[in-house]
């Protein structure tokens, strides 16, 4: 049973507005969903060491508490440092993320003044990723096609709703874009898991281009750009596909940027680790929701990410 979805999961359909009267229904949707996340993480936690005892398989009852603290200790500890390996058995059984994130935090930390903030993908949408340095302090506005269960709007940051291919925004708006693992949807069916509007069942392995190519008219001259996508051997599972060589390629070109780095990460039964890309090129992902490339590795989605800064 999976409790909780991906994070990042974020790029799905916006509901329709809501007559004005019954905007107050829908404010208390969602203190409901608050607590019943709430409850769920509290159920979580207690079932973790029943999760142990199974083995930590991937997505079952205290996945979500043993991976939540191991990013929390991976950026804390500053563990994915650039050049440096990855500790030996680093996130065993758990999901790109536990590499995604405290990648994100080092570079973020490394690149100074953050200035203002967009997280295309909602993927930073979690408290205990929002209260950390340096985003705790960001000018940060995150922004999905949907409106979130949970939000911080307390803590000060903005939330936006709509397509990342007809952003809002007026041109060189942002110092700092982050988009982690969010691409990968963009252009795909997100009836799947998201919307049952049927005007978002598409199938444009590129759509992803259309997004970069807004992204750099969002970011300002010299601002950066810190994207993350699962990577190996092409491979559609309708909802989120991997990223070839020719892909990541058209990816970073629509973008368009003065400089950029690249760097590729890989999982294994024995954990994850750095990687090259002419290593990671026939990796594959495994799909939690339909069981699609499922094996004993305990891989808890992509076995490969590429990982991109780049700066307009």
């Given amino acids: 049973m999976m409790l909780f979805k991906q994070a990042g999961d974020n790029y799905r359909e916006r509901a329709p507005h ?71 058995g680093f996130g065993i059984g758990l999901d790109e993320r536990v590499v995604e994130y405290p990648w994100l935090f080092s570079c973020l930390r490394a690149s100074g003044q953050l200035g203002k903030v967009l997280d295309a993908g909602s993927t930073l949408n979690h408290e ?14 995150l922004m999905t096609l949907a409106p979130e269960k949970r939000c911080y709007w307390h803590m000060g940051y903005s939330y936006v709703f709509g397509d990342f291919r007809k952003s809002p925004f007026q041109d060189a708006l942002f110092d700092t874009l982050i988009s982690i693992s969010t691409l990968e949807h963009v252009g795909l069916d997100n009836t799947l898991l998201y919307t049952n509007d049927r005007s978002k069942a598409e199938s444009d392995q590129f759509g992803f281009s259309a997004a970069m190519s807004e992204f750099r008219r969002i970011v300002r001259p010299g601002g ?65 929701h339909s069981g699609r490339g499922r094996t004993e590795d305990k891989a808890g989605c992509a076995r490969a990410i590429a990982c991109i800064q780049m700066t307009r």
């Avoid at 205990?128 to 506005?141: E, F, G, N, Q, V």
């Avoid at 990223?243 to 940027?257: C, H, T, V, W, Y």
């Fill in 128 to 141: 205990y990723i929002l209260s950390r340095d340096p985003l705790d302090k960001a000018d940060l506005t």
């Fill in 18 to 88: 809501a007559p004005l009267g019954h905007r107050r229904t829908g404010d208390q949707r969602m203190h409901v969903d608050g607590a019943l996340f709430k409850a769920k993480e509290l159920l979580d936690a207690t079932l973790l060491p029943v999760h142990a005892l199974r083995g930590c398989p991937p997505w079952s009852l205290g996945y979500y508490t043993r991976k939540k603290r191991a990013i929390v200790d991976a950026i804390d500890q500053n563990v994915v440092r650039p050049n440096a390996p990855l500790p030996a």
């Fill in 224 to 288: 950066r750009c810190f994207v993350t996508v699962p990577y190996g051997q092409y491979e559609d599972f309708g909802w989120f596909q991997l990223f070839d060589a020719q892909m990541l390629e058209r990816l970073i070109n629509s973008f368009g940027p003065s400089t950029h780095q690249v760097e590729f990460f890989s999982y294994r039964r024995q954990g994850w680790e750095r990687a090259t890309q002419a290593t990671v090129e026939n990796a594959t992902a495994f799909d939690p």
